[in-house]
C-alpha cells in the first residue's frame, strides 16, 4: 500500500510541476514574451545549457537562411 501512495505522490508533483510550467508559459505569452525570446520560460527550466544553446543555434540559423531568402526575392 505504501509504493502505491508514494506512486501516487510522484505522480502528482510531476503533474503539479506541468501544470505550473503551463501556466508559467501562458503568463510569459499573454505579456508578449515571444516577440522578445524564441523559447517560453519552461523550455529553459527543462532542458540543459548545451540544449538550449544547440537549438538557439538553429533558430538563428533558421532565421538567417529566412532573412537570406527575403533579401533575394522580395517579399
Given at each position: ?16 510541476r506541468k501544470m505550473e ?25 527543462t532542458h540543459t545549457q ?14 538567417r537562411i529566412i532573412a ?8
Open positions: 500500500m505504501r509504493k502505491v501512495i508514494n506512486k501516487l505522490k510522484d505522480f502528482w508533483a510531476k503533474q503539479k510550467l503551463r501556466a508559467l508559459d501562458a503568463q510569459w505569452e499573454m505579456m508578449f514574451g515571444y516577440c522578445f525570446d524564441a523559447f517560453p520560460p519552461s523550455f529553459r527550466l548545451e540544449e538550449i544553446k544547440q537549438c538557439t543555434e538553429e533558430y538563428c540559423s533558421n532565421l537570406e531568402n527575403y533579401k533575394q526575392n522580395g517579399c
